[in-house]
Every structure is written in C-alpha cells, then in structure tokens.
C-alpha cells in the first residue's frame, strides 16, 4: 500500500511567507548550487554522507525557510526512502525527536544556514569540519546550497498554487510570484554557466557571513 503523503497543516494551509527572498538572492543560489550539485553528485558514488542524512539536513532548511511546494516533494522522496510521516513531520515542524546524535551538530548547521539566508557563518562550518571531516563538511554545506535554491524557487511557487486556490499569500503579488517563477527559469543556464566558470577559475563554493557580530544589549 502506498503511503499517504502529510505535510503538516501549517505548512499545507500557509498563507504568508515564512521567508521571502528576492531575485538577487535566487540567482545566487543557482549559481552556488552548480558546484552543490556536483558534490552531490559525488557523494552519491562515494556515500560518504547517507542519503537519510542528506535528506534530513534539507528537511531541516525546508523548515525554516517554510517552501510548501519543497516539502512535499522532500516528503514524498523521504517517504520512498523509508523515513516515516511522524519523523518527516517533526522534522518539518521543527521537532527535535528523531534527530540522531550524531547528527544533531549538522542538523544545527543546516538551520543557521537557512536562517542565515545561505550565508552562515564560518565559525559555524569550521565547528562542522571540526566534527564531520572537511570532506563531509563540504558535503553537508552542498546539501544546504541545494535545497535553499529549490526554496527560493519553490516558495513563489508555493504562494502561485495558494492563489489559484483562493487563498493568496499576505504581502504577495503576482508579479512576484510569476517574476520570481520565470525570471528564475530565464536566468537558470545563465546561472549556471556562472557557476561553472567559478569553478574554472579556482573560486570555492563557500561564502560566509564576514560581518562583525551584532553586540549584546548593554556591551
């Protein structure tokens, strides 16, 4: 019997955005995401991190970032890889009870990503290099610049479907939801062209949030 594909509601039901993100900010990620894809590419052959981890760590910035449209897709892919609806949803809900262990370090990480709209900080990464291995480390950050470019695609997708549904997300438009949806697809080839010529070029594939912390009330 196939199973039933549940998202949680206030993921189904979403009418706002959870994270709104711009076309800038989209193009980037498909730029980052070039040299992700191929990591992950490799990772497929070498299994280096599994593939329930990778899933887990998407689902964790799908979370944050609240793409309806990617949760869907990621729970059926969870679904086909075994992972059950209860551990799918806590992870979309932002539960911490199936988070293994060994893997709570990264799970963090993927969250600070999202949360950093793709640019974490680097003593974050290096706290991952420190307990993973850099190798791994590059890995998990590739996981992360993958799914956040599906969300920044996905999420006016997301508000498109609620409108056609009669439900139009607060502070949308169409223009932006059908901008964001073909002005990404226009700009993808570009994109990745960009990526690859980075890659040619000897840039690396991560960027970090280089501005000073914010101080504490009363320092």
């Given amino acids: 019997m196939e199973n039933v594909i549940e998202i949680p509601e206030a993921i189904s039901l979403r009418t706002e955005f959870k994270r709104k993100f ?14 992700a894809v191929s990591k992950m590419i490799g990772n497929k052959k070498t299994n280096l991190i599994d593939k329930h981890f990778v899933e887990r760590l998407q689902l964790a910035v799908t979370e944050v970032n609240g793409c309806a449209a990617c949760s869907y897709q990621h729970t059926k892919m969870a679904l086909s890889q075994g992972m059950t609806n209860e551990e799918i949803t806590s992870f979309l809900s932002g539960g911490d009870n199936f988070i293994k262990p060994e893997e709570a370090k990264a799970i963090m990480f993927a969250q600070h990503f999202a949360d950093s709209r793709g640019c974490p900080r680097e003593y974050a990464f290096d706290a991952i290099i420190n307990e993973y291995g850099e190798k791994e480390a590059e890995i998990i950050l590739s996981a992360c610049q993958v799914m956040i470019a599906g969300n920044m695609y996905g999420i006016p ?14 502070d949308s438009t169409v223009f932006y939801e059908l901008g964001m949806e073909t002005g990404g697809f226009l700009v993808l080839p570009i994109a990745i062209l960009h990526g690859l010529l980075r890659r040619f070029l000897g840039f690396t594939n991560k960027r970090f949030d280089t501005s000073p912390p914010e101080e504490e009330d009363g320092v």
Wanted: overall charge positive; proline content about 4%.
């Fill in 157 to 170: 997708l997301s508000a498109f479907q609620s409108r056609l549904k009669g439900r139009p997300y607060k």
């Fill in 22 to 35: 711009g076309f800038w900010e989209l193009y980037r990620s498909f730029v980052f995401a070039t040299g």
